[in-house]
């Protein structure tokens, strides 16, 4: 992927990051952070992140939580244990940024909410995603990505609801993650030039409203008029072009010589429907899909590829940019996973680095974040504030 210049810092090195997030909205969010190279320190409850439950696991770690959390340090903590909460003080004391998703009122139930910890470090930068906002009617209600897909209005739902279908991947999650970032990099700017700290909310909702574009027009009485991709039968399978059949008509009519031999008097929706069916029958009648393409790219037509999701990784542009890399799987094999999408010129940021079991890095993270002794770390996981499953016990000893 291009070779970076010499020394070249990743943009975030030097920046420690305590991620107290579980699921996929806050995790994505301090998988990008360490992408960009920012030391990452996960801290997952004794039970652990429920996304350890879904998907293969290797090592006794998922599909799913591998995704989200590889290159990250792990230490766990026991919130429900006295001294819990003071060692997520302590180690405040030494980050940069917080990262949470609990629901509205949790942290402060532990003492651990952004007043209590930015007296513990004033100018902490930390972020907390919620779906529905840290206040306000809705804050206390549990929210994963397919509620804020339906709340949101990125569900269409048909004359049969039960045949509604939800969006193929966690949009809600990614999506706030990424504004989550956005806004801790802004923060961490404002920090650096006045030395003032912030908490950030991130309401989902807001998020999802924010993306779609139709909400804009709703908002302007100018209607809302889907200009997402139309799918049409051709030859080799269905394909989507962008924009409106108005404008497939102008193109193709005018390249390729299509002809509507209806009168020009009939109902425009009639027109339009004829004409669908003009197009559709020329693409299905094509020699191939080679030839196909190479028509709609001389209409300068914008068309895609209807992929089932087993079969995007087969995707050209995938494998040129090498977006998928081979990482330990923690039981001498190897598993795969996607890289971030950040390509820059100068500097390191696709290594996705290691996984880490939950523990793992325990005694790392509390000699070199807060100068303990290995007595001191024995110590705390004997009171059970800290805690390491068997498989950091098989790895390490």
């Known amino acids: 992927m291009g070779e970076q210049a010499a020394g070249a810092p990743a943009p975030l090195d030097g920046i420690k990051v305590l991620d107290m997030s579980r699921v996929f909205a806050g995790p994505v969010a301090g998988r990008i952070l360490s992408d960009l190279g920012a030391e990452v320190v996960k801290v997952e409850p004794p039970e652990g992140d429920v996304t350890r439950l879904w998907g293969r ?120 993650g990424m504004h989550g970032v956005i ?106 899909r080679a030839t196909l393409t190479a028509k709609l790219d001389e209409a300068n037509l914008a068309w895609g590829n209807i992929r089932e999701l087993g079969d995007v990784l087969e995707s050209p542009t995938i494998k040129h940019r090498e977006t998928v890399a081979t990482i330990d799987n923690r039981e001498g094999g190897t598993r795969n996973v996607i890289r971030s999408p950040y390509v820059m010129s100068e500097s390191p940021t696709r290594d996705p680095g290691s996984i880490a079991v939950r523990g793992e890095h325990n005694y790392d993270v509390m000699a070199e974040w807060l100068d303990l002794s290995l007595a001191d770390t024995d110590e705390l996981l004997g009171a059970g504030v800290l805690v390491r499953d068997e498989w950091a016990e098989q790895l390490h000893g």
């Open 57 to 176: 696991k290797a090592a006794g770690l998922s599909t799913y939580y591998v995704q989200q959390n590889v290159g990250k340090r792990n230490i766990s903590i026991d919130l429900r244990v006295e001294g819990g909460a003071d060692l997520i003080k302590q180690l405040v004391a030494e980050a940069d940024i917080v990262i949470e998703n609990f629901r509205p009122g949790i942290m402060a139930r532990y003492g651990i909410d952004y007043e209590s910890l930015r007296e513990v470090k004033p100018d902490i930068v930390m972020v907390s995603i919620s779906g529905f906002g840290q206040t306000g009617p809705e804050s206390g209600r549990a929210a994963y990505a397919a509620i804020l897909h339906g709340e949101a209005g990125a569900i269409h739902v048909p004359e049969v609801p039960s045949q509604a279908r939800d969006v193929s991947f966690s949009a809600a999650d990614v999506l706030s």
């Open 183 to 288: 806004g801790l990099l802004a923060a961490l700017r404002v920090r650096d030039q006045t030395g003032i700290g912030q908490h950030i909310d991130i309401a989902m909702m807001d998020v999802m409203t924010f993306s779609s574009d139709a909400s804009q027009s709703i908002l302007d009485d100018a209607g809302h008029d889907p200009r997402g991709g139309q799918i049409f039968d051709a030859v080799g399978g269905p394909i989507l072009l962008s924009g409106e059949v108005k404008w497939f008509w102008y193109q193709l009519s005018n390249m390729h010589g299509l002809v509507d031999p209806g009168a020009k008097d009939r109902p425009i929706e009639q027109k339009k429907a004829d004409r669908w069916g003009l197009i559709e029958q020329w693409m299905l009648d094509q020699p191939d």
